[in-house]
């Protein structure tokens, strides 16, 4: 017996939303398939904070960055 994607999502919207949780952090790392892509993403992250770390670079506050963003991509 086949089963189908609505009676596995009421099974899943039955569990707790710990397991829930939980099963949605498989589901997200069953989807990182590419190493490589990872691994630069990891890199590119240990990067950036070393700028920051060495103050190379000066952050940004985040109600700022928000606002540049709201005010470049209205709507």
């Keep these: 017996m086949a ?3 609505e009676s596995l999502q009421a099974e899943m919207l039955g569990l707790s939303s710990a397991d ?3 099963l ?5 790392a069953s ?3 590419d190493a490589d892509a990872e691994a630069a ?3 590119e992250a ?3 904070d070393a700028e920051l770390d060495s103050r ?3 952050a940004t506050p985040f109600s700022e ?3 540049r963003l709201e005010a470049r991509f209205p709507g």
Excluded at 24 to 28: A, E, N, S, V, W
């Design 56 to 58: 190379a670079v000066k």
């Design 24 to 28: 949605l952090d498989r589901l997200i």
């Design 3 to 5: 089963v189908t994607i």
């Design 65 to 67: 960055t928000i606002t």
């Design 20 to 22: 829930r949780a939980r």
């Design 46 to 48: 240990d990067r950036r």
């Design 41 to 43: 993403w990891d890199a």
């Design 31 to 33: 989807l990182d398939q």
